[in-house]
């Protein structure tokens, strides 16, 4: 059985550093793009950052390009999000996915349940 | 990098059909067979319904069926359920490694 786990949420005052961690089992890992989504309260969901199989391509949404980093630990079985220079607007659920492809091209088959990060002075 | 367009609402009654439809450019929807779409319950994670714009992973309904023409892209559920009320959200491939989602639509059954 596929279980993506997400990690690393929480409360976090503007402009400070989090970083969030997947943890996945029930597949082979290092077989598949992996992508984390956002949600904010109430909101529609918001694609934020891709990565291969390998980790050699990797995308961002324009809206958290240059603060947030993807990385994954294919011998952890982990893929992670560092943010950094965190805003207000970056309140969400974040999904870690799982795609059905090898590259990032987004049919994201299987989700996490969410981490909420709640950005707030 | 510019959502894609979705109306907010569709609804229709048990056993009718409805469509929903999802705009984009010829750099995302148009330029790629790379669109998915999802289905969301309150409080749910999403799930995957259509993949490459009219495949379905094992376990969904065929009564939901995909299809793109040009920078559209459209959902259609047949048949319709009370299940099938929940909101819808189509996605796409945008080259250079890049996803965009749509906005939305809440589908109601009626």
């Known amino acids: 059985e596929v279980q993506l786990v997400e990690s690393g949420g929480g409360l976090v005052q503007p402009g400070r550093s989090l970083r969030l961690s997947c943890a996945a089992s029930?597949?082979?890992?290092?077989?598949?793009?992996m992508h984390w989504v956002r949600q904010a309260p109430g909101k529609g969901l918001e694609w934020v950052s891709g990565i291969s199989w390998n980790g050699n391509n990797i995308g961002y949404a324009d809206s958290v390009k240059g603060r947030f980093t993807i990385s994954r630990d294919n011998a952890k079985n982990s893929v992670y999000l560092q943010m950094n220079s965190l805003r207000a607007e970056d309140t969400a659920f974040y999904f870690c996915?799982?795609?059905?492809?090898?590259?990032?091209?987004?049919?994201?088959?299987?989700w996490g349940q969410g981490t909420l990060v709640t950005v707030s002075s | 990098q510019s959502a894609l367009t979705q109306p907010p609402s569709a609804s229709g009654s048990p056993g009718q059909s409805v469509t929903i439809s999802c705009t984009g450019t010829s750099s995302d929807v148009g330029g790629y067979y790379y669109v998915s779409w999802y289905q969301q319950h309150p409080g749910k994670a999403p799930k995957l319904m259509i993949y490459e714009v009219s495949k379905r992973p094992s376990g969904v309904p065929n009564r939901f069926s995909g299809s793109k023409s040009g920078n559209t892209a459209s959902l259609t559920v047949s048949g319709l359920r009370a299940e099938d009320e929940g909101d819808y959200y189509c996605s796409s491939y945008a080259g250079s490694n890049i996803l965009v989602f749509g906005g939305g639509t809440k589908l109601t059954v009626l």
């Open positions: 996915t799982k795609d059905i492809y090898d590259y990032v091209w987004g049919a994201m088959l299987f």
């Open positions: 029930g597949f082979t890992f290092d077989e598949y793009a």
